[in-house]
């Protein structure tokens, strides 16, 4: 348990530091309130909000809050940044509507899903820890800022251009992936709801077409809001790109696809009709025919 708790307090360290290279770099060349730089703030609160919301969460010993507090920290934080950023212009608020509508659907998907299933069996055994429970905390807070951080940079950046092709196409890359990330959660909600595919794996509508459509829309409109930054992107506010990068290694990689095709297979493995849609269905990109 101490082995435990240790590598788990190494891992608030390394997650924190990686916060603070990510503040600074983003912050050069950005607007300022009172001589603190507006990005790197939006850091810090990214974090100190996580850690704030976890002391009851762990004392009630419960992950409700969890998702929750994700998606309020991005509509709160982008917001606030474009309403504190001198000089707000178009592609400012265009940035910052994209973010909160995405933080709105998402969060409110969120509460739903807590609301209908209770809880969320993989913090049974984490949240029994301080440790282990901030560390997740910990690294959530670097997730929103990390994904969030082309819109902050630009949204906090001293240069200013009209909309232009990039904003264009950047908005349209953005209402695709959205459109199908929503349309995906919806169907397979609708799926779930219904008692007769109690025990059953989803394969119409799009996941017909990909077996993780929700997730190639996240990919995308995170894509399409670096396409937008674009123009005012400068110096080390380049670090911007790696917010979709970040995005899609870590549905690719890490805690998306990797988990719950884990679970498919655990669930359904060995049965043909589950085999023969896997065969046929690619993982992330939809099949077009």
């Known amino acids: 348990m101490e082995d435990s708790a240790g590598k788990s307090l190494l891992v608030v360290a390394v997650v924190a530091i990686l916060g603070i290279g990510l503040g600074v770099a983003g912050s050069q060349g950005g607007a300022a309130l009172a001589g603190v730089p507006l990005f790197g703030a939006a850091v810090a609160v990214a974090f100190i909000l996580q850690w704030v919301i976890f002391l009851p969460s762990f004392f009630l010993r419960t992950e409700r809050f969890f998702d929750l507090t994700g998606s309020f920290t991005y509509l709160a934080i982008t917001l606030a940044l474009a309403l504190l950023t001198p000089a707000a212009d178009a592609r400012t608020w265009v940035l910052a509507a994209m973010v909160s509508v995405w933080a709105l659907r998402l969060g409110t998907f969120l509460f739903r899903r807590v609301e209908r299933v209770g809880k969320d069996s993989r913090f049974d055994q984490i949240k029994q820890s301080a440790p282990r ?12 800022s990390v994904t969030a951080s082309a819109a902050w940079i630009a949204i906090t950046s001293t240069v200013r251009v009209a909309l232009d092709g990039w904003a264009a196409a950047g908005v349209l890359l953005w209402l695709i992936g959205f459109g199908i990330e929503a349309v995906a959660d919806a169907q397979k909600n609708r799926f779930k709801a219904d008692p007769a595919n ?5 394969r119409t509508g799009l996941w017909s077409r990909s077996r993780h459509p929700n997730y190639f829309g996240e990919i995308v409109l995170w894509v399409g809001v ?3 930054t674009v123009p005012v992107l400068q110096g080390w506010g380049w670090v911007a790109v790696i917010s979709p990068i970040f995005v899609t290694v870590l549905l690719l990689r890490v805690s998306g696809i990797p988990l719950l095709e884990a679970k498919a297979d655990a669930t359904w493995g060995g049965q043909s009709e589950y085999e023969a849609y896997k065969s046929a269905t690619p993982v992330l990109v939809p099949k077009l025919v």
């Open 133 to 144: 429970f901030l560390s997740v905390w910990t690294i959530q807070a670097l997730w929103v």
């Open 198 to 202: 109690a025990g059953q794996f989803i």
């Open 226 to 228: 670096l396409v937008v």
